[in-house]
């Protein structure tokens, strides 16, 4: 007994071999004893969150398998993380069928390692394409930008809209939450660096004071507006 993801890893396949008598005659239509042969039949198949249970299934048996899933689990989650970081979103996880595709420490029957089709995203498209804001790439030539055109705010507003956006769909990859992803003194350590921003940001810093409503428009209005518009884009 054994297991494999399927087609498109959305589900756990649980198969057996199965030897069987079958008739067979020799050259002079003698009937030969002990031929047998072997086939492959699927005792259950499992999504990848329902328990492993089957009436065939040894207790076991089942515990193996869920580690085995689990892990599959943990590299397909982590290949769609990596895409995404390098701005390839969707797409649908592949098995592998042969030793010499995708990933080689990867055995015939787990995630290939390859996710297909996947959408390339140029850096800072989505993010733009959700606030309105013009996308700026860096010069063609490779050169990178000065600091003078780094503190545009649309530069800046960019780049934290950007890291949200990271945040956001690390989450909804993952599925992680709280101490998972960071702990509490790590998240006091992001929550600090993000008050020094708030505080270069106002009248401590640019000069301002951007809390409240100012000329009709409330700056956590709309960040909660910009945050709710990624959120629904990345989870989509």
């Known amino acids: ?46 999504d990848l969150s329902e328990p492993i249970t089957h009436p065939n299934i040894p207790a076991e048996q089942a515990v193996l398998f869920e580690s085995w899933r689990s892990a599959q689990i943990s590299s397909i989650q982590k290949a769609f993380i990596a895409a995404a970081a390098a701005g390839k979103l969707g ?6 069928t042969r030793a010499a595709f995708g990933d080689p420490s990867a055995k015939v029957g787990e995630f290939s390692g ?20 013009k996308s ?20 800046i507003s960019e780049a934290m809209i950007e890291l949200a956006e990271k945040i956001t769909r690390f989450i ?19 929550r600090a660096a993000f008050s020094a921003l708030g505080c270069a940001t ?24 910009l945050f709710t518009a990624l959120k629904k884009r990345v989870t989509e």
């Open 172 to 190: 909804h990859i993952s599925g992680k939450k709280g101490a998972d992803i960071y702990s509490i003194g790590q998240a006091l350590d992001i």
């Open 91 to 96: 797409g649908t996880p592949v098995l592998k």
């Open 1 to 46: 007994m054994y297991i494999r993801m399927s087609q498109n890893c959305d589900k756990v396949v649980i198969l057996k071999s199965v030897s069987s008598a079958v008739a067979a005659f020799n050259a002079d239509g003698m009937p030969l004893k002990g031929i047998r042969k072997s086939t492959t039949v699927q005792i259950a198949s499992f």
């Open 136 to 155: 700026f790439a860096n010069p063609a030539d490779g050169k990178t930008r000065t600091l003078a055109e780094e503190m545009t705010p649309e530069a």
């Open 114 to 133: 390859v996710i297909v089709p996947l959408i390339e995203v140029q850096t800072g498209l989505i993010k733009s394409a959700m606030s309105g804001q």
């Open 202 to 225: 106002d009248g401590r810093g640019i000069g301002y004071t951007v809390q409240g409503t100012i000329e009709g428009r409330n700056a956590a209005t709309e960040g909660l507006d």
